[in-house]
């Protein structure tokens, strides 16, 4: 994934939809980041995956 970018003045700067910086995926699509969301989501995953675990070292 690349970050958009835009240049103006000379200066580079990423380009944004709303507050979330637009990535370029391998394919070309074009996408919106949500930071929060995501870390959201991986401290969910981390946490079910803990859960899981200490359930099968308890048994």
């Given at each position: 994934?690349?970050?958009k970018t835009v240049t103006i003045d000379g200066k580079v700067y990423a380009e944004v939809d709303g507050d979330?910086?637009?990535?370029?995926h391998d394919d070309g699509k074009e996408m919106p980041h949500?930071?929060?969301?995501?870390?959201a989501?991986?401290?969910r995953l981390n946490n079910e995956a803990k859960?899981?675990?200490?359930a099968k070292e308890a048994a």
């Amino acid at each position: 994934m690349k970050l958009k970018t835009v240049t103006i003045d000379g200066k580079v700067y990423a380009e944004v939809d709303g507050d979330k910086p637009i990535y370029i995926h391998d394919d070309g699509k074009e996408m919106p980041h949500d930071a929060p969301h995501s870390v959201a989501t991986i401290a969910r995953l981390n946490n079910e995956a803990k859960t899981h675990r200490e359930a099968k070292e308890a048994a």
